[in-house]
């Protein structure tokens, strides 16, 4: 018995520093890794700063304070509802 097949040797797969895929934030333009963000929106800002200035506010935030509001809305137009006299019975 003749032995042909000897160890081969694996070549060892190129990783990054870090196995996971990094992003690109979308303000800073940074490569950050998304589980290591501080943004709520970790696949779009490498951190929290990103998206409070990007955003003007914080997810995060949302949910304990509400954001200043940009321009005063215009009251919501009721419908028009024509008031159903009763028929007038004489
Ligand atoms: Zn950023």
């Excluded at 914080?58 to 509001?69: D, K, R, T, Y």
Aim: proline share 12%.
């Amino acid at each position: 018995m003749v032995e042909t097949s000897g160890p081969e040797s694996t070549p060892t797969p190129v990783f990054g520093p870090d196995s996971e895929e990094m992003l690109r934030c979308t303000r800073c333009e940074l490569r950050y890794v998304p589980s290591k963000s501080t943004s709520s929106l970790r696949l779009t800002y490498c951190s929290f700063l990103c998206e409070l200035g990007d955003l003007g506010f914080s997810i995060a935030g949302l949910e304990h304070m509400e954001p200043q509001p940009k321009a005063i809305e215009a009251p919501a137009v009721e419908p028009e509802q024509q008031p159903t006299e009763p028929a007038i019975v004489e």
